[in-house]
C-alpha cells in the first residue's frame, strides 16, 4: 500500500465525522429528532408511554448541554471545549445527579452505562461538536422560511399573504422557547408556510420596518401587503394561542 493511502485511512480514522461515531455508538439508543410539542406531550402527558424513548433525544440533549454548561453567551469555541469536556466525563462517569436534562425526563430513564473502553477520546470530540450544532441545524431545518420586509411585501401581495414580523434577540429566553416549542411545530408550520410570510430582526442589531414599535422581545407584528398593521402581539404564547391568533388574523 501506497503511504499516502495508509496516512488517508488513518486520519479517516482519527478525524471519525461526528455523525458515523453517533450513528455507531448513540443511536441505538438517543433518538435524533422529534419536535417539542411531541416530546413535551411524551414526558409531561404521558409518562413516556407515547413515544417509548430510550433515552433523551438529541435536539433535547443539544439544547440543554448549550444552556446548562459553561457560558452560553461566551466565546463559542470556548463554550463548545466546555460542553466537550462535560460529555468526556458523562460517558466515562455516567451520574444522573451531574446531568443536565429536565427532572421529569430524567425520572423516566436509569442511568446512562459507561462507555469507558467503547469510545476514544478523539471520537468522543467529534461527536460532541456533532452534538453541539445539532440543535441549531435542526431549528433550521424545522423552521420557517425567513425573508427580508421588502421582499416578503412583495411576496404577499403576489401571493396573497400576511407578513408576520417577529421582533427577536439573541439572548431572549421566551423568543428561543416559541422557536423551539411553537415556530417549530408542525401544526404551526403548516399554518404559517401556508398564508403568512416570516420577517425575523434581531432588535439590537437593526432596526424594525416602518418604525414598528416594540417594548418587549418577542414580540409579533401581523402586517398586510398595504403596510397595515393588522395585529401586535407582545411576548410568548402557548401553541393554541398562537395558532388563534393567525385564524384570527387571516378574517
Ligand atoms: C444504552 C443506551 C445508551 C447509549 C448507547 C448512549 N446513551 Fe447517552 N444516555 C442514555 C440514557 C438512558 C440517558 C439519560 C439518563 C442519564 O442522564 O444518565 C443518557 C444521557 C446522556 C447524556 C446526558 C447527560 C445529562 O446531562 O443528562 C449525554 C450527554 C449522553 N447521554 C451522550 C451520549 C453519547 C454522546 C452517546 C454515544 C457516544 C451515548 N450517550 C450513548 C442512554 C444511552
Known amino acids: 500500500m501506497k503511504v499516502w493511502v495508509i496516512i488517508a485511512l488513518f486520519s479517516m480514522l482519527l478525524f471519525a465525522s461526528?455523525?458515523?461515531?453517533?450513528?455507531?455508538?448513540?443511536?441505538?439508543?438517543?433518538?435524533?429528532?422529534?419536535?417539542?410539542?411531541?416530546?413535551?406531550e411524551n414526558f409531561v402527558e404521558y409518562n413516556n408511554t407515547k413515544l417509548h424513548l430510550?433515552?433523551?433525544?438529541?435536539?433535547?440533549?443539544?439544547?440543554?448541554?448549550?444552556?446548562?454548561?459553561?457560558?452560553?453567551?461566551?466565546?463559542?469555541?470556548?463554550?463548545?471545549?466546555?460542553?466537550?469536556?462535560?460529555?468526556?466525563?458523562?460517558l466515562y462517569a455516567p451520574d444522573k445527579s451531574k446531568s443536565v436534562c429536565m427532572k421529569e425526563v430524567l425520572a423516566i430513564f436509569d442511568t446512562m452505562p459507561s462507555m469507558k473502553g467503547k469510545i476514544t477520546s478523539e471520537e468522543i470530540e467529534a461527536v460532541a461538536q456533532y452534538l453541539y450544532e445539532y440543535d441549531t441545524k435542526m431549528m433550521d431545518k424545522h423552521s420557517v422560511h425567513y425573508q427580508?420586509?421588502?421582499?416578503?411585501?412583495?411576496?404577499?401581495?403576489?401571493?396573497?399573504?400576511?407578513?408576520?414580523?417577529?421582533?427577536?434577540?439573541e439572548f431572549c429566553h421566551y423568543c428561543k422557547q416559541m422557536d423551539r416549542e411553537v415556530l417549530a411545530d408542525e401544526d404551526v408550520l403548516k399554518v404559517l408556510k401556508k398564508d403568512f410570510i416570516a420577517v425575523s430582526v434581531d432588535v439590537y442589531k437593526e432596526d424594525l420596518p416602518m418604525d414598528l414599535k416594540f417594548t418587549v422581545t418577542p414580540t409579533y407584528f401581523f402586517i398586510?401587503?398595504?403596510?397595515?398593521?393588522?395585529?401586535?402581539?407582545?411576548?410568548?404564547?402557548?401553541?393554541?394561542?398562537?395558532?388563534?391568533i393567525l385564524e384570527e388574523v387571516k378574517k
Open 224 to 244: 398586510d401587503s398595504h403596510k397595515k398593521v393588522l395585529l401586535r402581539i407582545p411576548g410568548a404564547l402557548t401553541k393554541k394561542d398562537f395558532l388563534h
Open 54 to 90: 430510550k433515552a433523551p433525544t438529541l435536539n433535547q440533549l443539544s439544547f440543554r448541554l448549550k444552556q446548562k454548561i459553561g457560558d452560553p453567551s461566551g466565546d463559542k469555541e470556548f463554550h463548545m471545549m466546555e460542553v466537550t469536556s462535560f460529555i468526556q466525563d458523562y
Open 148 to 169: 427580508k420586509f421588502d421582499q416578503a411585501l412583495i411576496d404577499a401581495k403576489k401571493e396573497g399573504k400576511i407578513v408576520m414580523v417577529k421582533a427577536t434577540s
Open 18 to 40: 461526528g455523525e458515523t461515531v453517533y450513528k455507531k455508538k448513540c443511536a441505538s439508543c438517543h433518538l435524533g429528532y422529534i419536535s417539542m410539542g411531541k416530546l413535551k
